[in-house]
């Protein structure tokens, strides 16, 4: 038999049990295939779960619901000697996370598929030796698998940085204390999370970021508004630097950095290392299977298969973007197309990015979903953009969310949506109106005909569609 189609013990083996591994597993097991997770984690749950997306949110719930009793005043209501109790925030949290936790464990322990505790790694592009975290070790061949091994906290060569101390979000997440203030190194959505949670505690929050704008990539329209807002709320934001070192003198931190020529110096008792994070691929051995690692992710094309036909890759450890969703419809996507391979029949399917979707849950939020003007500038496509700020929209006035706006960008000719943006209140549920829209191909028009209830912050998109319909006969 040929590599794929010899005896094996397992058709499928799956490596990590978060969410892009857990989904692979699942559509796996439901096309029939023998299947066996790996997870090598000293917890159960993968990054979303433990110490990503789920966490955070929890701890910014309770900072928001903290920064609503000093805003008390404009709604006509007198609240007074109210605090918080950081331990019993954190308490929460892991209550929650508990749960969750407890949750995916049992459907990874369902038996709709093996599930293993155990560190894997490749001894050839069949065969996988696992470290089983009671310390015995095993063998396993399986004929086709998926590295779904997520990522770790990235520590750049700024000098000093490694030795200085500095948290990661890790430790923002698990903290009983808020320091008086903190320097935050990056301006990511992490990074602003994590500074918008503890500004709003009452931390003096500087936020030092390499590149011109917070969250590169976004549009710079975006990106301004938000820092405007940013920086009323009392964050000190610094843009465009370049990191010359970090300091640690006894209780304190201290960043050296350089902008527009000027060097500066800052320092506080807490620092937050925000500077992004890179694929787990630690002891994997990658290259005695022959997969293929372009810069540190592994090479993986749209069909998700890596140098190695039968061997695929899904979320954080391939890319192209960190984000649990699309990293499990990558896994889910692998499988069928794992399937195909092993059946040896059927056209490869291949990721679609065109909604491409992330929010940031700061104070105003941000949302994005398919193509930013640069983005579209840079595919030769002609188009047409259309803004409507909060500050001029009843029921956002009504909330005294005054920040921010939302865009529609469109094709010019077709005058389908191809992308949109929002800063603002709720802005991550506001932003999937559009993906609905998108996902169906709207165009302007056709979104403005949409009926909303009035008065509600959704019905700020018929503005902007209005501009950009087709139809000049369509009104808001």
């Known amino acids: 038999m040929d590599q794929v189609g010899r005896m094996s013990d397992y058709d499928f083996a799956v490596i990590g049990g978060g969410s892009a591994g857990y989904a692979a597993a699942r559509t796996a097991a439901s096309l029939g295939l023998k299947t066996i997770v790996l997870d090598g984690g000293k917890e159960v749950g993968g990054l979303c779960i433990l110490r990503g997306c789920m966490p955070s949110k929890s701890l910014i719930e309770s900072a928001n619901r903290f920064r609503a009793f000093g805003q008390a005043r404009e709604f ?98 698990e903290l009983t204390a808020i320091p008086d203030s903190i320097i935050v190194l990056g301006a990511g959505p992490v990074a602003l999370e994590m500074a918008h949670y503890l500004a709003s505690l009452g931390a003096k929050v500087t936020i030092i970021q390499r590149s011109a704008q917070l969250l590169t990539g976004v549009d710079p329209d975006v990106a301004a508004e938000l820092e405007r807002a940013l920086k009323e709320r009392g964050l000190e934001i610094h843009t465009g630097t370049s990191l010359v070192q970090v300091e640690r003198e006894g209780e304190l931190r201290r960043v050296t950095f350089e902008k527009d020529g000027v060097t500066h110096t800052i320092e506080a008792p807490a620092l937050l290392n925000a500077l992004g994070r890179r694929p787990n691929l630690a002891s994997l051995g990658l290259e005695k299977a022959g997969i293929s690692v372009e810069g540190n992710h592994i090479a993986a094309s749209a069909t998700q298969q890596t140098s190695v036909p039968h061997i695929f890759a899904a979320g954080d450890c391939c890319g192209p973007y960190e984000v649990v969703h699309i990293a499990i419809e990558q896994a889910e996507l692998a499988v069928r197309n794992a399937f195909k391979v092993l059946q040896g029949s059927g056209t490869l399917e291949k990721m679609d990015y065109r909604l491409k979707l992330y929010a ?66 709720h802005a991550s549920d506001l932003i999937e109106e559009v993906v609905v829209a998108m996902r169906f191909r709207s165009t302007a028009g056709q979104f403005a005909l949409i009926p909303h209830y009035h008065p509600t912050l959704c019905e700020i998109w018929t503005y902007p569609a209005s501009d950009l319909a087709e139809d000049a006969s369509v009104e808001s």
Do not use: C
């Open 360 to 425: 940031v849950f700061t104070e105003p939020q941000v949302a994005v979903v398919g193509l930013s003007e640069a983005e579209a500038a840079a595919k030769g496509l002609e188009y047409l953009t259309a803004s409507y700020p909060f500050n001029d929209h009843g029921k956002s006035m009504i909330m005294d969310e005054m920040h921010g706006f939302v865009k529609l960008i469109v094709e010019k000719h077709t005058r389908e949506i191809i992308g949109a943006s929002v800063v603002g209140p």
């Open 76 to 173: 006509g209501l007198r609240v007074t000697d109210f605090s918080y109790d950081a331990t019993e925030i954190v308490a929460r949290k892991r209550r929650l996370i508990g749960e969750f936790a407890d949750f995916r464990r049992e459907q990874l322990e369902s038996g709709k598929f093996e599930f293993v505790r155990g560190k894997a790694s490749f001894l050839d592009a069949q065969t996988l030796q696992v470290d089983l975290l009671d310390g015995a070790t095993r063998t396993i061949t399986t004929r086709s698998a998926l590295v779904a091994t997520g990522s770790v906290v990235n520590v750049p060569p700024v000098p000093g940085l490694a030795e200085s101390g500095a948290w990661t979000s890790d430790d923002v997440l």
